[in-house]
């Protein structure tokens, strides 16, 4: 299901959707411009942020959203997806909420658009959805820039929470590759996926070794968005394990739920490349998705193997569950290898990002202070939690290895197991001119879910998170390279 169309009016009455929604500001009198408040304490509109309550009002259907005393562009998309989430049954909606800023005006059209999500490509029947957005604009400057820009990030949401909902016997590796090929092909993107004889032979030891035990053989996809007026050149990778059991060091059963979205990073990934394609940034955007499916057999990759990754520095693998660092690794390689101004990566890493942060904010690590502080910057703009975590440089001797040149896990450590991972990738990122190509690295694990109930613009299941807020960083690079 594509997302519902958008568009800005000027005023409520302008309105030919069948509801309008309106905000209620809280207080000991709640109000809504144009209504009585009698009206308001009869149906019980409180003004609590995200409080949804449905009214007739002179023959037409209304809703009323509680705003709460926070109305910034942030609170102001988690009011307007709340307010859809819970009106989704409603094919055409409008929402009357108080912008001020085209900031507020994009942050209501984004908001919209993600709460309508929903993912039932699966179910018998399925429920029709939110086909119609509009959203009153009054005195706030919008141009077509706006919509574009809403349509364009919300697009790349929805894409990467239908790929990560999608069950993992239904998305192995090659599904992806496929899917991603196809998809791009018709966006005017560039797609080159190697199969798993090529990635032997260059030397993409990482993916190979991790995908060797499924009977579903893993892809390295590249995707890549090179328009002509392009002066910058950013290239993001992704972790893709469409299933991650933990390999021979397999996962108990309670935390082997949920692995299918062990793939999120590389659909952000493509997503965020698409997006930035529809929306024709003038700066070159390469994807690389490292594909594979972690599996048990007797052609897994055994604990004390030692694998070589692409340019030849050997890791034995002391946990089969580390797996994200090896794929990612061959990938970081082949970043490097273009020489580009910029690495952003993406990962569901580890389960410690999840003890050290939590399930709503993304950890990101990197070598270049200015770079990472940037893509935090870029991110609170449009509402994501980031965090800025350090790369402790005592941390590297931890994965010193008696075999080979690193180990990918330290076994029994439970100290700072977010770090250290990124200490690992650390490994991989190249040079130019002598000095580290700058690298952010975004791990997501606990956000990329949600396990529990929805909130705000955010549905159970998949989230799509750091979306945004990636394409907000690159379309930032694009201007400030003109
Ligand atoms: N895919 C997991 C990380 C993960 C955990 C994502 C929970 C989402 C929710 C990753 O491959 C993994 O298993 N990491 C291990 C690393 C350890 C063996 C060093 C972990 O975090 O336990
Ligand atoms: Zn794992
Ligand atoms: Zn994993």
């Known amino acids: 299901m594509p997302i519902p169309a958008l568009s800005i009016i000027a005023r409520p009455e302008d309105a030919t959707a069948e509801l309008i929604v309106h905000g209620v500001h809280p207080g000991e009198e709640p109000t809504a411009e144009g209504f009585d408040p009698e009206l308001l304490r009869g149906i019980g509109a409180t003004g609590e942020r995200e409080q949804v309550v449905r009214a007739v009002v002179d023959g037409r259907r209304v809703a009323f959203v509680g705003l709460g005393d926070d109305t910034g ?129 260059e030397g993409f030891g990482g993916i190979v070794g991790v995908g060797q035990g499924s009977s579903r053989p893993p892809r390295l996809v590249t995707v890549e968005h090179a328009p002509d007026n392009a002066t910058r050149h950013v290239v993001l990778v992704g972790k893709g394990i469409t299933f991650d059991s933990g390999g021979l060091s397999l996962k108990p059963a309670g935390s082997m739920q949920h692995m299918k979205y062990d793939m999120t990073g590389a659909a ?38 030692v694998i070589v990754i692409r340019g030849g520095t050997s890791v034995e693998v ?66 994501e939690l980031v965090w800025p975590m350090p790369i402790p440089e005592e941390m590297r001797s931890m994965l010193d290895s008696e075999v080979a040149d690193l180990q990918n896990a330290k076994v029994g450590n439970r100290s700072g197991g977010m770090l250290l991972a990124a200490a690992f990738l650390n490994e991989f990122v190249g040079e130019r001119d002598g000095s580290p190509i700058p690298w952010a690295h975004i791990d997501i694990a606990g956000p990329s879910m949600n396990t529990g109930k929805p909130f705000g613009h955010t549905p159970s299941g998949a989230t799509g998170v750091v979306v945004r807020g990636v394409l907000r960083m690159i379309s930032k690079m694009s201007r400030s390279a003109e």
Request: charged share 20%; aromatic share 2%.
């Open 318 to 383: 002391t946990n089969t569950d580390a797996e994200g660092r090896l794929v990612m690794a061959d990938a970081l390689v082949l970043a490097s290898e273009a020489q580009p101004d910029a690495i952003i990566d993406v990962a569901t890493l580890t389960g410690a990002q999840q003890v050290a942060l939590g399930d709503r904010v993304s950890g990101v690590m990197g070598n270049d202070e200015a770079f990472v502080d940037a893509l935090v910057r870029a991110s609170r703009e449009v509402g």
């Open 73 to 201: 562009s942030v609170r102001l998309r988690q009011i307007a997806g709340a307010a859809v989430r819970a009106l989704r049954d409603v094919p055409t909606l409008a929402l009357a909420l108080p912008v001020r800023t085209t900031d507020d005006v994009l942050a209501v059209l984004e908001g919209a658009a993600l709460g309508a999500y929903r993912f039932d490509g699966l179910k018998r029947e399925p429920k029709p959805g939110v086909v119609e957005i509009a959203v009153v604009a009054g005195e706030a400057e919008v141009t077509e820039t706006v919509v574009a820009m809403a349509k364009a990030a919300s697009t790349a949401v929805w894409l990467t929470r239908d790929l990560a909902n999608t069950p993992p016997n239904l998305l192995s590796p090659v599904h992806f590759a496929d899917r991603v090929a196809a998809e791009a092909q018709q966006a005017g993107l560039s797609v080159v996926v190697r199969d798993e004889e090529r990635l032997r032979r």
């Open 268 to 305: 952000t990934v493509y997503a965020v490349t698409a997006a930035a394609a529809a929306l024709q940034l003038p700066i070159r955007v390469t994807a690389h998705l490292a594909l594979a499916e972690n599996m048990v057999s007797s052609t897994s990759t055994r604990p004390d193997d």
